[in-house]
């Protein structure tokens, strides 16, 4: 199993939907979990972090469940510049982050 | 604002030449990273470095070396580029301890023929 999987996708989606990802982990000894976004042809920026209980920002849910070992990313009411690539992002070893392939998503009007 | 910067947004570079590429962070970041990012591939760790001249290698260093010789820069060098090391190079900083979040730079698209 590998580190850190995602759904690459892509999922089209209309605008005003709700979308969620998942992003599965391998190790259980993770610590840290996060959200990047990565539009096309620029570099990854952070999204947001995600906590044990959870945490919100505006349109964007993010979750982690730790028994299951995944975390998710929930948006709602998508708009047209959600379109993007998310990126989950787990950290295991202490320096190292892992990235997983990411996921695509198109919003279309 | 935080800032993470490199020296070339695109370079092309021959077969066999050297090739050094930059990073500077302006945010007193103890950990530095070098990636290549490649379709279907994602984010691949070449190289990371967690304080002035440490380095340890990631996933992929064949083919590659770094130096790091003052906290906020933080150099990639290729010995003898090759074909296969066309890519996009991305540069990324955070705070030490493993728990922060990353600051990436705008990255080089390198091309070798």
């Known amino acids: 199993r590998k580190e850190v999987e995602q759904d690459p996708g892509p999922f089209n989606v209309p605008e005003g939907a709700t979308v969620a990802f998942n992003c599965t982990y391998s190790n259980s000894a993770s610590q840290s979990f996060f959200w990047y976004r990565q539009d096309c042809r620029k570099e990854p920026k952070l999204l947001m972090s995600?906590?044990?209980s959870g945490n919100e920002d505006g349109r964007f849910t993010a979750q982690l469940n730790r028994a299951s070992q995944y975390i998710s990313l929930l948006i709602r009411d998508s708009k047209l510049s959600d379109s993007a690539t998310y990126l989950c992002?787990?950290?295991?070893?202490?320096?190292?982050?892992?990235f997983g392939k990411g996921t695509r998503l198109s919003v279309i009007a | 604002d935080v800032k993470v910067t490199q020296s070339s947004r695109y370079l092309v570079k021959r077969t066999g030449e050297k090739v050094f590429l930059e990073c500077v962070q302006d945010m007193d970041h103890e950990n530095m990273f070098w990636y290549r990012q490649d379709p279907g591939l994602g984010l691949r760790l070449i190289y990371f470095s967690y304080d002035v001249k440490m380095k340890e290698k990631g996933d992929i260093p064949e083919g590659y070396s770094v130096s790091r010789e003052k906290k906020e820069r933080f150099s990639l060098i290729l010995e003898s580029a090759s074909t296969n090391q066309t890519s996009m190079y991305l540069c990324?900083?955070?705070?030490?301890?493993?728990?922060?979040?990353?600051?990436f730079g705008p990255g080089t698209r390198l091309t070798v023929t």
């Open positions: 992002v787990v950290n295991i070893r202490k320096h190292t982050p892992v």
């Open positions: 990324a900083s955070s705070l030490s301890g493993g728990n922060y979040e990353q600051y």
């Open positions: 995600v906590y044990s």
